[in-house]
């Protein structure tokens, strides 16, 4: 632990801490802390820890996480705990990637890191992952040419094409240095017929993604992550001063070296970490499947990744409330979503929001863009059927590759869209940690509010609708000869007032002169 970088945070003013921002990346192999300074729009690193835990060697052939594994990531955060007390949610951002998202048991791991950690954890997918590794490549070194990019972790390895600072093309493979390592180099022996199995193995996942990456094309790779690095070391072990990249005949001359020791206590490089000793064959093993599946000519060695991703989105312009925007911008426009009825939604859901999100304490930023989103998206199913299209809706959001969104809040988007009519999504089966169930059942309601009184869209103009509300009671004041008008939302209102006794909320309609409205 370093102890001067405490006392930094420490003695700095409120004031100043906002020019400080902080990154997470929990990964499979290792945890790595990076600390940085905002001066003039750019970053300047000033501090970086690596917590080396193992999460995936803990991780069984069903996906259960042992209890040994998630004891040694708890107590690499509760040493990091006591470094990052001055920060906080607006400028630390904590993101798991592999091991923790693949972990049927993952509650486990988050109940005992909420203990002693008290930053929210954000689960993110392989595809999210594979973007913020690109803006941690391209913010460093931009490229002019469209470029591919790979980083072979300790669970996944992610590869990424993309132009300047976006990302175009990514892929999440089930290609580990950890999990290849127990499954081909698992007793430490070293045999041609071994890393034979293993770049087999690698080739079939990549098979996955071969005809959409060649056909994008790129005109230079790069890779990043430790695995990568340790490669690029061991080959550029020169009197040289200049690195040179990696090719497939140099790869080639690693593997036959490492077949030479035949096992890994004999391993003797210049440039190994003794760390890295057990995750060198088959890191090797998976980069030399890349090279010959995707036609790999050479490989240049960049050394900011996925935390540096997530740093570069902390500043304020490329934060990833940016990000996640021109995500739901993409899908308004692939889902041929009506613009107008969205934002009639929207302006009604978020005139709702204002007149109750004190009561009901949701006022936290986090609940009025979940709101929004889900608004602006009510009706992306409907382009595919309009037959219960608030389902397509959901399974769409289920399974969309929305960048800039964690798992969590991408599942709670899904759900609201889902619940927008007739049954409302049981809240209960998911486990929610950056979000309240009983908060989000509140949302549904507002949603589903806000769609039923603009059902006949823009033939029928709004009146004033005014809205108080006390824990589970809500009370919501019509005009009399507006609702004696529109029968069809009359009726509709009475059905979801039944409904929503299921929830326990009650749901009362006044009108404008008499109080209780009698329907």
Known sequence: MNNSFHKITASKTPESQENYIAALDMGSNSFHFVYARIQNNQLQVLHKEKYKVQLAQGLDNKNYLSEKAIMRGVNALEKLASTVQNLTADNFRVVATYTLRQAKNVEDFLNAAEKVFPFDIEVISGHEEARLIYQGVSYYNEPSQQRLVIDIGGGSTECVIGKHNTA??????????????SKFFATGEISKTQFNKAILAAKLEIESILKRFSKMGWQTVVGTSGSIKTIFNIINNTQDDIDTPITLLKLKKLKASL??????????????????????????????????????????????????????????TRNFHAVQQRTIDSLIQRFNIDIGQAKEVNNLALSFYKQVASQWNISAKRYR???????????????????????????????????????????????????????????????????????????????????????????????????????????????????????????????????????????????????????
């Open 168 to 181: 175009k093309n990514v892929a999440s493979l089930s290609l580990g240095c950890v999990s290849f390592q």
């Open 259 to 316: 077949i030479k020791f035949g096992h890994v206590d004999n391993i003797k490089l210049d440039k190994l970490k003794d760390h890295r000793r057990h995750t060198l064959s088959p890191s090797l093993a998976i980069l030399i499947a890349l090279v010959e599946m995707l036609e790999i000519k050479e490989l240049s060695f960049c050394d900011y990744s996925l935390r540096e991703g997530v740093l570069v989105e902390l500043l304020p």
């Open 369 to 519: 863009n979940l709101l929004q989103w889900s608004a602006v998206l009510h009706e992306i199913g409907l382009d595919i059927n309009p037959s219960s299209y608030h389902k397509h809706g959901q399974y769409i959001l289920t399974h969309s590759d929305l960048a800039g969104f964690n798992q969590e809040t991408q599942s709670a988007l899904s759900i609201m869209v889902g619940s927008q009519r007739k049954k409302l999504f049981p809240l209960e089966q998911k486990s929610w940690r950056l979000y309240q169930q009983s908060k989000l059942l509140k949302l549904c309601v507002l949603l589903r509010l806000s769609v039923l009184l603009t059902q006949q869209r823009q033939l029928v103009g709004l009146p004033s609708i005014n809205i108080d509300v006390d824990e589970n009671k809500m009370n919501i004041r019509l005009d009399k000869s507006w609702l004696i008008n529109n029968p069809i939302i009359q009726t509709d209102l009475a059905a979801e007032a039944q409904n929503l006794e299921n929830f326990s909320i009650s749901l009362i309609i006044l009108d404008d002169e008499q109080g209780k409205f009698n329907f």
